[in-house]
């Protein structure tokens, strides 16, 4: 028996037996209607268990009644519904407030819910809503709708506008992360004094910001970012001065920014992600009540004004990739006391790191990196206990043996980057270097650092990121280097290490996990842009599990237990000296998307069973002396001459180089199973590794930067 007609034997039965229930016998019919329409009914089992239960519909859960009997709530959220809203619910004369949100409904919203003689608020956001808003055909304009909230469905066309001018009771429209396109509306506040909250973000939005959003005199929240709006920032806006939140990022606003300092009542602003430029004024000490100011990735000029430091609410400036210049030591920065992000990477300061910063004993990120500072890292930066994030990388800093005692007082400090500065100096060594145990990430890249791995590295028991790449480091890899228990992603490449690969390497605990990493994780693929501090504990967990020992002097053989390495997504020992053969356990690395040999003296043959790696996408032995014949099955079929290049004795019916008939590999046709699973493959590598456009790019200089 399916639910309808249960539902409908439930009502003749009721017409019998009902007792007299404080319920309208006509809304406990129309809810039975509602229920109806949410389909298949067997996934609403247990909400219509609960209401068959009881005739009394003012009883039913998520139903809420006044004294007379009639519904004015129906709070259902979450409640894992599907199927469609029924336009029935509008007979519910006295249904004030529904909310529907956190479902799987489907289909369109039915307008007789906004243009109700009732309903006040009205929530179906995080639905599966579709289909276009019509606009409402009526001269009325009593409407009571205050709170409309149908964010995070699949909406699409253009938003309404019309609609509005006719809603005079208007608090609160949340249309966020839908599908709409087309032109902001200005018709909010023409016929509704009481309009305080606009959220329009993650839809397709074009045009400019439009006047009349200055009519809205308390307007406090205006949310419209990862749009394409375009244009200026109308002078109109600035008349809206109720304002506390105003968020435009990731669109196409240019101009100047000068004018916001009308906003008096401002809290939090965000214009990143656009292409606002000119200088920021000196009014902006105006902002009393500012405590989060982003304008990152702009073409912002000129100097911070020292009256920057008169918003003494401030929290977060974040002022990354801009054109700023001039010394940062103009700002008083001791009169932010409230200061926990501090991100000026990727703009143009001069002069030292100022003084005045160490008062700010709240700050927990700081990044300077990618400016033209100098100096030495000053011993008052121990004040800053705080700090879990800092990155200095690519500045002209001097003196890394002072700077890491300095910072190693800083006991809650996570990630640590210094790369790019201390050209030349030498690495200490000292063994009372200590206290970064809380370290996951260090890079002291890029610093043609001459020296030892230096043994207080070994301390640091909870590095899970290890960096050191373009420096002069000699010596052998340190056999405490197994002892890392988190260690999962090491590069060492572009030294001069010397020695043989030890087996201790190969004992590391994260890379020898073979529970087989699981490609399918989203924290893997969600390759980082690293912008937003929000993101910054999410770090270590996205970077794949990489070994880097490139270009370097190691010698001997590839030691057979590599084949334990078994999490590994990529392995590089190109440009060393290595000789002997290839092992044949390098097949036991089934998770390796990228092995690079190339430029070493291996001799020998292939082994065939590395084309059972099924994920191995990248890969070059080019530059050595192996021989005989070249796999041409699984992945091998999809790798480019260039791969086997520099290797006269192999063959392959893809070189130059023929195999005669008895060195021939067999020639197989490729299955359609692992086509398709090559074609999977294929998107996901992409997104892994070309998404990331490589560590080296998006991730060192944006993250690691
Ligand atoms: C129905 O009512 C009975 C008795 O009142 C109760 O034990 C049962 O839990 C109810 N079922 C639901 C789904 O509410
Ligand atoms: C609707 O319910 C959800 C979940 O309980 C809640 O977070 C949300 O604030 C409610 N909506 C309104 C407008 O009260
Ligand atoms: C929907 O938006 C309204 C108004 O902004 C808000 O009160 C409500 O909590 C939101 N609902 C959810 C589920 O976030
Ligand atoms: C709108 O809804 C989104 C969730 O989809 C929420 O994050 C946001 O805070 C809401 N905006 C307002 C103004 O309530
Ligand atoms: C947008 O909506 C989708 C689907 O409901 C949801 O998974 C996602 O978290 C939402 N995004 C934001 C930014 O709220
Ligand atoms: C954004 O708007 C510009 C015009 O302002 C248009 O040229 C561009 O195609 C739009 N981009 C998208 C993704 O809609
Ligand atoms: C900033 O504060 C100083 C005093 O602390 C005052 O002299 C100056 O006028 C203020 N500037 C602005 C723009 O408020
Ligand atoms: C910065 O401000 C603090 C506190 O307001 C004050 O004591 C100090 O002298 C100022 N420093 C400079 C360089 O103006
Ligand atoms: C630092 O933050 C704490 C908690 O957020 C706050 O109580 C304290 O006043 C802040 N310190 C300063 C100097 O503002
Ligand atoms: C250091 O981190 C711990 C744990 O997160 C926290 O309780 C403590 O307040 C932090 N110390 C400082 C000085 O911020
Ligand atoms: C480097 O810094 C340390 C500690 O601050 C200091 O003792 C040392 O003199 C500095 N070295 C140079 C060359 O300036
Ligand atoms: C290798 O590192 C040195 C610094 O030690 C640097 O100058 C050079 O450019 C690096 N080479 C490559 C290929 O990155």
Same mark, same amino acid.
């Given at each position: 028996?399916?639910?309808f007609?249960?539902?409908?034997?439930?009502?003749?039965?009721s017409?019998?037996?009902?007792?007299?229930?404080?319920c309208?016998?006509?809304?406990?019919?129309?809810?039975?209607?509602?229920l109806?329409?949410l389909?298949?009914?067997?996934?609403?089992?247990?909400?219509?268990?609960?209401?068959?239960?009881?005739?009394d519909?003012?009883?039913?859960?998520?139903?809420?009644?006044?004294?007379?009997?009639?519904?004015t709530?129906?709070?259902?959220?979450?409640?894992? %519904?599907?199927?469609?809203?029924?336009?029935?619910?509008?007979?519910l004369?006295?249904?004030?407030?529904l909310?529907?949100?956190?479902?799987?409904l489907?289909?369109?919203?039915?307008?007789?819910?906004?243009?109700?003689?009732?309903?006040?608020?009205?929530?179906?956001s995080?639905?599966?809503?579709?289909?276009?808003l019509?606009?409402v055909?009526?001269?009325?304009s009593?409407?009571?709708?205050?709170? %409309?909230?149908?964010?995070?469905?699949?909406f699409?066309?253009?938003?309404p506008?019309?609609?509005?001018?006719?809603?005079?009771?208007?608090?609160?429209?949340?249309?966020?992360?839908n599908?709409?396109?087309?032109h902001?509306?200005?018709?909010?506040?023409i016929?509704?004094?009481?309009?305080?909250?606009?959220?329009?973000?993650?839809?397709?939005?074009s045009g400019?910001i439009p006047?009349g959003?200055?009519k809205?005199?308390?307007l406090?929240?205006?949310?419209?970012?990862?749009n394409?709006?375009?244009?200026a920032?109308?002078?109109?806006?600035?008349h809206?001065?109720?304002?506390?939140?105003?968020?435009?990022?990731?669109?196409?606003?240019q101009?100047?920014?000068?004018?916001?300092i009308k906003?008096?009542n401002?809290?939090?602003?965000?214009l990143?992600?656009?292409?606002f430029?000119?200088?920021?004024?000196?009014?902006?000490?105006?902002?009393?009540?500012?405590?989060?100011?982003?304008?990152?990735?702009?073409?912002?000029s000129?100097?911070?004004?020292?009256?920057?430091?008169?918003?003494?609410n401030?929290?977060?400036?974040?002022?990354?990739?801009?054109?700023?210049?001039?010394?940062?030591?103009?700002v @008083?920065?001791?009169?932010?006391? #409230?200061?926990?992000?501090?991100?000026?990477?990727t @703009?143009?300061?001069?002069?030292?790191?100022?003084?005045?910063?160490?008062?700010?004993?709240?700050?927990?990120w700081?990044?300077?990196?990618?400016?033209k500072?100098?100096?030495?890292l000053?011993?008052?930066?121990?004040?800053?206990?705080s700090?879990?994030?800092?990155?200095?990388?690519?500045?002209?800093?001097t003196?890394?043996t002072?700077a890491?005692h300095?910072?190693?007082?800083?006991? #809650?400090?996570?990630?640590l980057?210094?790369?790019?500065n201390?050209?030349?100096?030498?690495?200490?060594?000292?063994?009372?270097?200590?206290?970064?145990?809380?370290?996951q990430?260090?890079?002291i890249?890029?610093?043609?650092?001459?020296?030892?791995?230096p043994?207080?590295?070994?301390k %640091?028991?909870?590095?899970?990121?290890?960096?050191?790449?373009?420096?002069q480091l000699?010596?052998?890899?340190?056999?405490?280097?197994?002892?890392?228990?988190?260690?999962?992603?090491?590069?060492?490449s572009?030294?001069?290490?010397t020695?043989?690969?030890?087996?201790?390497?190969?004992?590391?605990?994260?890379?020898?996990?073979?529970?087989?990493?699981?490609?399918s994780?989203?924290?893997?693929?969600?390759?980082?842009?690293?912008?937003?501090?929000?993101?910054?504990?999410?770090?270590?967990?996205?970077?794949?599990?990489m070994?880097?020992?490139?270009?370097?002097?190691?010698?001997g053989?590839?030691?057979?237990?590599?084949?334990?390495?078994?999490?590994?997504?990529?392995? #590089?020992l190109?440009?060393?000296?290595l000789h002997?053969e290839?092992?044949?356990?390098a097949?036991? %690395?089934?998770?390796?998307?990228?092995?690079?040999?190339?430029?070493?003296?291996?001799?020998g043959?292939?082994?065939?069973s590395?084309?059972?790696l099924h994920?191995?996408?990248?890969?070059?032995?080019?530059?050595?002396d192996?021989?005989?014949?070249?796999?041409?099955?699984?992945?091998?079929s999809?790798?480019?001459?260039?791969?086997?290049?520099?290797?006269?004795?192999?063959?392959?019916?893809?070189l130059?180089?023929r195999?005669?008939?008895a060195?021939?590999?067999p020639?197989?046709?490729?299955?359609?199973?692992?086509?398709?699973?090559k074609?999977?493959?294929?998107?996901?590598?992409?997104?892994?590794?070309?998404v990331?456009?490589?560590?080296?790019q998006?991730?060192?200089s944006?993250?690691?930067?």
């Amino acid at each position: 028996m399916n639910f309808f007609h249960l539902a409908l034997v439930l009502l003749l039965l009721s017409f019998i037996c009902a007792p007299v229930g404080s319920c309208i016998e006509q809304e406990r019919l129309t809810l039975l209607r509602f229920l109806a329409e949410l389909s298949p009914p067997h996934d609403n089992g247990q909400l219509a268990a609960s209401w068959r239960n009881r005739t009394d519909c003012c009883t039913w859960e998520g139903i809420i009644c006044d004294v007379d009997g009639a519904v004015t709530e129906i709070l259902l959220a979450s409640r894992g %519904l599907e199927g469609r809203i029924s336009s029935s619910l509008s007979e519910l004369t006295s249904l004030s407030r529904l909310n529907l949100s956190y479902n799987s409904l489907s289909g369109g919203l039915p307008p007789e819910l906004i243009f109700s003689g009732s309903i006040v608020v009205l929530d179906v956001s995080f639905n599966r809503l579709g289909g276009e808003l019509q606009e409402v055909d009526s001269s009325s304009s009593d409407w009571p709708l205050q709170v %409309l909230n149908i964010s995070s469905n699949l909406f699409t066309g253009a938003f309404p506008s019309t609609t509005w001018e006719k809603m005079s009771n208007l608090v609160a429209i949340n249309a966020s992360n839908n599908s709409f396109t087309g032109h902001i509306p200005s018709s909010f506040c023409i016929s509704s004094l009481s309009f305080a909250a606009l959220d329009l973000c993650y839809n397709q939005f074009s045009g400019e910001i439009p006047a009349g959003i200055g009519k809205c005199s308390a307007l406090r929240m205006l949310k419209a970012g990862h749009n394409n709006i375009s244009g200026a920032l109308p002078d109109d806006l600035f008349h809206a001065t109720s304002l506390e939140y105003l968020s435009f990022p990731n669109n196409g606003l240019q101009g100047t920014i000068k004018l916001v300092i009308k906003l008096s009542n401002l809290v939090f602003l965000d214009l990143g992600g656009n292409s606002f430029s000119g200088k920021v004024p000196e009014s902006i000490g105006e902002l009393k009540k500012l405590e989060e100011l982003r304008m990152d990735h702009n073409y912002i000029s000129g100097e911070l004004p020292s009256t920057l430091a008169n918003c003494t609410n401030l929290a977060a400036i974040v002022l990354v990739s801009n054109k700023f210049t001039g010394d940062l030591a103009k700002v @008083n920065f001791s009169n932010l006391p #409230n200061l926990k992000t501090l991100d000026l990477c990727t @703009n143009y300061f001069t002069g030292t790191i100022p003084a005045s910063i160490y008062s700010c004993s709240n700050l927990t990120w700081l990044r300077l990196s990618f400016n033209k500072l100098h100096g030495q890292l000053p011993e008052e930066t121990e004040k800053l206990k705080s700090l879990t994030f800092v990155s200095l990388s690519y500045n002209y800093f001097t003196n890394i043996t002072g700077a890491l005692h300095i910072l190693k007082s800083l006991r #809650n400090l996570t990630t640590l980057l210094i790369g790019g500065n201390f050209m030349h100096e030498t690495i200490p060594q000292d063994e009372t270097i200590h206290g970064l145990e809380n370290l996951q990430v260090l890079g002291i890249n890029d610093c043609a650092l001459t020296g030892k791995i230096p043994s207080w590295l070994s301390k %640091l028991k909870k590095l899970e990121l290890l960096l050191l790449y373009n420096n002069q480091l000699s010596g052998p890899i340190p056999t405490w280097i197994k002892s890392l228990n988190y260690l999962k992603y090491v590069d060492l490449s572009n030294n001069s290490l010397t020695g043989e690969i030890p087996t201790s390497l190969t004992e590391m605990p994260m890379l020898r996990s073979d529970k087989i990493a699981d490609h399918s994780d989203p924290r893997l693929f969600r390759m980082p842009v690293f912008v937003a501090p929000s993101l910054e504990y999410h770090t270590a967990n996205a970077f794949p599990k990489m070994l880097n020992l490139g270009n370097n002097k190691f010698s001997g053989v590839i030691p057979m237990e590599i084949g334990q390495l078994k999490a590994l997504l990529s392995l #590089n020992l190109s440009f060393n000296n290595l000789h002997g053969e290839i092992p044949q356990s390098a097949s036991n %690395l089934k998770n390796l998307m990228v092995l690079d040999l190339s430029s070493n003296h291996l001799t020998g043959a292939i082994p065939s069973s590395l084309a059972n790696l099924h994920f191995l996408s990248n890969f070059n032995i080019s530059y050595n002396d192996l021989e005989g014949p070249v796999p041409i099955t699984g992945q091998f079929s999809t790798f480019p001459t260039s791969s086997f290049a520099g290797n006269p004795k192999l063959c392959s019916p893809m070189l130059l180089h023929r195999c005669n008939s008895a060195g021939a590999a067999p020639v197989s046709t490729i299955p359609t199973k692992q086509y398709i699973d090559k074609v999977v493959f294929a998107i996901a590598f992409g997104m892994f590794f070309g998404v990331g456009v490589l560590y080296d790019q998006i991730v060192v200089s944006r993250f690691f930067g």
